[in-house]
Nanobody, 116 residues
Framework: QVQLVESGGGLVQPGGSLRLSCAAS????????MDWHRQAPGKQRELVAR???????DYAGSVKGRFTISRDNAKSTGYLQMNSLKSEDTAAYYC??????????WGQGTQVTVSS
């Protein structure tokens, strides 16, 4: 059983930055791919960014060039650096780790609110 603990959300003005963290328990984090999803009120959860176990990244078009996903396997922690935030980025953000033929795990979510 892996537990994911997210942190770093909060209230930020448009144009500002936040860095979300996703800390995993145990030592198997390095074997998993990781992604970040978000869900705004009344909307479906959507994939924001993902990173493979060997560091390859991919982004949703709406965040490409503004968000950066990364990971530190030594710390069993993943990150989502969010720059140039917009009001439409307001959502609850969730991290997930996944691996073929294994159970995936979700974090509890952290709220990001972009407002002046």
């Amino acid at each position: 059983q892996v537990q994911l603990v997210e942190s770093g959300g909060g209230l930020v003005q448009p144009g500002g930055s936040l860095r979300l963290s996703c800390a995993a328990s145990g030592s198997a984090f390095r074997l998993y791919a990781m992604d970040w999803h978000r869900q705004a009120p009344g909307k479906q959860r959507e994939l924001v960014a993902r990173i493979s176990s060997d560091g390859r990244t991919d982004y949703a078009g709406s965040v490409k060039g503004r968000f950066t996903i990364s990971r530190d396997n030594a710390k069993s922690t993943g990150y989502l650096q969010m720059n140039s935030l917009k009001s439409e980025d307001t959502a609850a953000y969730y991290c997930r780790i996944y691996r073929v033929n294994y159970v995936s795990y979700w974090g509890q979510g952290t709220q990001v609110t972009v407002s002046s």
